[in-house]
């Protein structure tokens, strides 16, 4: 999954459940735009299910070393293809633990990666100028430029990024938006945009409707139903000003897009921004994970929302430092969640796992993970597999049950 979440200041919620190092509170459902404090009455969180988690980590050093740190990784269903952050080299591996890098693109930088019914997406950029480039490949060595179309531009100054892909149908379903650089927070979000496309390399934009206004989409997953798209919105639109509220929109065929009212409320300073950053779905299960930030705190507050359905609640999971993307990811039995470094001792790596999205366990406190920092996971049958970054650079960690 692809998500964005900028590096900012931050304060922190209410998170008495995270010092005990689990995590695990319903939240209220209410359509209220701002945040608010103290107990709320809301529904009962759904006990974590049992599950045989991997034994433990492997930490797995990369040969030739890669002085960047990995900051996506999927599995395609025969290998795991990771993307490090800088010059965008692709390294693959069966078993997540022999890895080779693949030949670079040569026409661009590859920022993202992504698994769909008919391959893998890489989404980048060729210049600096908002402008997203699209390469497909059947196997993650030879790739295809995408056509360059006005659609792929932002409009009006706007930078565009697309933040989100699932598979839809035979095709492919993006999402992100268009924003400016300025300040306050909101000011910046101009337009949530979506995309589909049928091969990977032809793209159109997704109606611009209202629910689309003063908005960003983070993140997107098919569902049973149709599509659910996460991110954040103004509470405010008429103001610049405005404090920054999360936002959920649901779709039947990834181009029309309303925006749900019915969310729940989660516990923050009255000043504080909150945003949903990433979300994944098991099942009929859908977890999404956010944070809650202001200027003057240099912690934030991570939470989890999820659904099996129409309801959301949330859970409280625990403080981190803002300095990278916020992943959730689907696991062996369950999610893992990716914050980054946290101010929690009994927790310094801000990586949980759930069972059920609603009550969430430290993994972060393994040793395996000291002076390092972890950006993204993926899973197949057989065993999971972390990446990030290290004091030498890439780093990669597996577990096998």
Known sequence: ?????????????????????????????????????????????????????????????????????????????????????????????????????????????????????????????????????????????????????????????????????????????????????????????????SWTSPDGLTWSRGEDSAAMQRAHMNDVVRTVSGYIAIGSAAADPARADSAIRPAVWMSTDGRSWKRSEALPVVEADADADIELDSVAVIGGRVVAVGHASTQTSASAAGFAWWTDGDTWSSAEIGPFYPSQDIRVAAAMGGFLAMFGTGPDPSCPRSIWRSADGASWSCTGNDPVFADSTVFDAAASPLAEVLVGSGPDGAVVWTSHP
């Open 1 to 193: 999954m692809l998500r964005a979440a900028g590096t900012v200041s931050a304060a922190v919620l209410m998170l008495a459940a995270c010092q005990a190092g689990t995590a695990g509170t319903s939240g209220t459902i209410g359509a209220g735009a701002e945040a608010t404090r103290g107990p709320q009455p809301g529904l009962t969180a759904r006990p974590s299910q049992a599950a045989s988690f991997p034994p433990g980590w492997e930490r797995i050093a990369i040969t030739p070393a890669i002085n960047a740190p990995l900051a996506n990784v999927v599995w395609t269903g025969t290998q795991f293809l990771a993307v490090e952050r800088v010059e965008g080299a692709v390294i693959a591996s069966t078993d997540g633990r022999t890895w080779q890098e693949q030949p670079r693109i040569d026409d661009g930088v590859l920022g993202q990666l992504a698994v769909g019914p008919r391959g893998v997406l890489g989404i980048g950029s060729r210049n600096a100028e908002g402008v997203v480039a699209i390469w497909k490949s059947a196997d993650g060595v030879s790739w295809t430029s995408a056509t360059d179309d006005i659609s792929l531009h932002g409009r009006d100054g706007t930078f565009l990024t697309m933040t989100g892909i699932a598979g839809r149908g035979g095709g492919w379903l993006a999402v992100g938006g268009e924003s400016l650089s300025c300040t306050p927070g909101a000011c910046r979000l101009v337009r949530a945009v």
